[in-house]
């Protein structure tokens, strides 16, 4: 495991809820609750991460005309296909955009009326793309403490629930993404007096009851609040399980980058 602290001073800086990193470590696209779109650099002595270089930051230009008051840009998942196309979930005008990661520019709504009926400040959290294209988005709730988490699927703008996750104990979905093998990641969070917990639990969605395993479990304030995960590989084979903190704009939170390395 390497961790490491990210800051800045520009008012900007902070609220990261979804990041993909390159297949290779070298480069991190992250999105903030604010709507801004940032790229960096990787630097690494040995695979180990040492040093976050900021590359870009600009903030997502919306299709419409929006005003500061509103929460329309309160981006939380980030999705990039194997294309380099990008999409972006939204939390409280419940909704998936595709953007354009040179521009910043919002191209359109990948929207559903299903998506209507999802509990305020509690939306589509987590985004995750399949290398057959396939996005996969799923609320931080799911209504009842023992109701599943619906999955939501979409080939295009058609949205249906393909899947049921099981909602076990205090954790939230808050991320999510998918291995080079095809294996669903799931990050939750959950909220204690003492501090933040995560976990994390794998999926294969094409086996009978979802083959569910628990990957991590932390303890109450052992790393912040953690709600984006990008899973990748290293030249060498090495999968490569990456978190990062949302600090909720906050100066008693910190950006925290931590990676852990997946032993078979």
């Known amino acids: 495991m390497s961790k490491l602290l990210w800051s800045q001073t520009d008012p900007w800086f902070g609220g990261f809820s979804g990041a993909e990193v390159t297949a290779n470590g070298t480069e991190i696209t992250l999105i903030t609750d604010k709507g801004s779109l940032v790229t960096a650099t990787m630097v690494r002595e040995k695979g180990i991460l040492t040093a976050i270089k900021l590359r870009r930051h600009v903030i997502l230009t919306p299709t419409v005309r929006v005003s500061s008051e509103n929460f329309e840009l309160d981006a939380e998942g980030l999705a990039i296909d194997a294309h380099g196309h990008a999409y972006v979930s939204f939390e ?81 979905p808050v991320g999510a993404d998918f291995s080079d093998d095809g294996l669903f990641f799931l990050l939750e969070r959950a909220v204690t007096p003492l501090g933040f917990r995560s976990r994390i639990r794998r999926f294969d969605l094409a086996a009978p009851e979802l083959r569910e395993e628990t990957l991590l479990t932390t303890g109450p304030g052992q790393f912040d609040n953690f709600e984006a995960i990008s899973v990748w590989r290293d030249m060498s084979g090495q999968t490569f399980v990456t978190l990062v903190s949302d600090d909720n704009f906050l100066p008693i939170q910190q950006t925290q980058i931590v990676e852990f390395t997946l032993e078979e």
């Open 92 to 172: 409280q005008d419940h909704r998936v955009e595709q953007v354009d990661l040179d521009s910043a520019r919002i191209l359109g709504a990948l929207t559903t009326t299903e998506f209507f009926d999802l509990q305020d400040n509690s939306g589509l959290e987590a985004l995750a793309v399949h290398s057959d294209g396939t996005l996969y988005t799923l609320p931080e709730l799911s209504g009842m403490i023992d109701t599943p988490f619906p999955v939501f699927t979409s080939v295009g703008k058609e949205w249906h629930v393909a899947y049921h996750i099981p909602r076990r104990g205090p954790f939230l």
